[in-house]
């Protein structure tokens, strides 16, 4: 099994819609969780840390769930500007970050 | 600043020769992180270091990778030699490191694309 994953999509979706990712990761004493995007052909940037309580920022909408070690991203009201990978990313231990396979999103026009 | 930056950006090469990427991270970061990225694998980290010392090599594939850190403003990352499954994408990141905000964000250079024929 590997340590993080994530449904690949890709996720089409029309302009305005709502979509969701999901993230499981395997090790359960795993300290930080973060949001990555990618957009073709370009490195990863960070687009938000996931706090415990669950965090927004604008469109974007992020939860943590421990127990069952899951992390989610939601975004509202989709762009074409959206189109992009999406990494989810695990701290361990120290610096040591595990990525995702990542999840592809096309938003339509 | 400039952000991380990655030489060179593009890297053909035959199998058997010997490869250096290079890159400089932002300056007054403490740590800096290797990564390679194939379709089939995703972004694997390779190795990183803290203060010029690698801390973490577990990622680095055989001996013929090695990287080094000689100062606080430079990184190589060499193959030695090069096999066709070399061929990815190389990034070379840095972050703040601890006592900071964003510690725990990682700062992306370009990347370099290499093949090897």
């Known amino acids: 099994r590997k340590e993080v994953e994530q449904d690949p999509g890709p996720f089409n979706v029309p302009e305005g819609a709502t979509v969701a990712f999901n993230c499981t990761y395997s090790?359960?004493?795993?300290?930080?969780f973060f949001w990555y995007r990618q957009d073709c052909r370009k490195e990863p940037k960070l687009l938000m840390s996931?706090?415990?309580s669950g965090n927004e920022d604008g469109r974007f909408t992020a939860q943590l769930n421990r127990a069952s070690q899951y992390i989610s991203l939601l975004i509202r009201d989709s762009k074409l500007s959206d189109s992009a990978t999406y990494l989810c990313?695990?701290?361990?231990?120290?610096?040591?970050?595990?990525f995702g396979p990542g999840t592809r999103l096309s938003v339509l026009p | 600043d400039a952000g991380v930056i990655q030489s060179p950006r593009h890297e053909v090469t035959e199998m058997g020769q010997e490869v250096t990427l290079r890159c400089k991270p932002i300056?007054?970061?403490?740590?800096l992180f290797w990564y390679r990225q194939t379709m089939m694998r995703g972004l694997e980290l390779l190795i990183y270091?803290?203060?010029?010392?690698?801390?973490?090599d577990s990622g680095m594939p055989e001996d013929r990778f090695s990287a080094k850190m000689p100062n606080a403003s430079f990184s190589t990352l060499k193959i030695q030699p090069s096999e066709p499954r070399d061929s990815a994408v190389y990034f070379c990141?840095?972050?703040?490191?601890?006592?900071?905000?964003?510690?725990?964000?990682?700062?992306f250079g370009p990347g370099t694309r290499l093949t090897v024929l």
């Open positions: 300056s007054g970061h403490d740590y």
């Open positions: 270091f803290n203060n010029n010392v690698p801390i973490d």
């Open positions: 090790n359960s004493a795993s300290q930080s």
């Open positions: 990141a840095s972050s703040p490191g601890w006592g900071r905000a964003t510690y725990n964000e990682q700062f």
């Open positions: 996931v706090y415990s």
């Open positions: 990313v695990v701290n361990n231990y120290g610096q040591n970050f595990v």
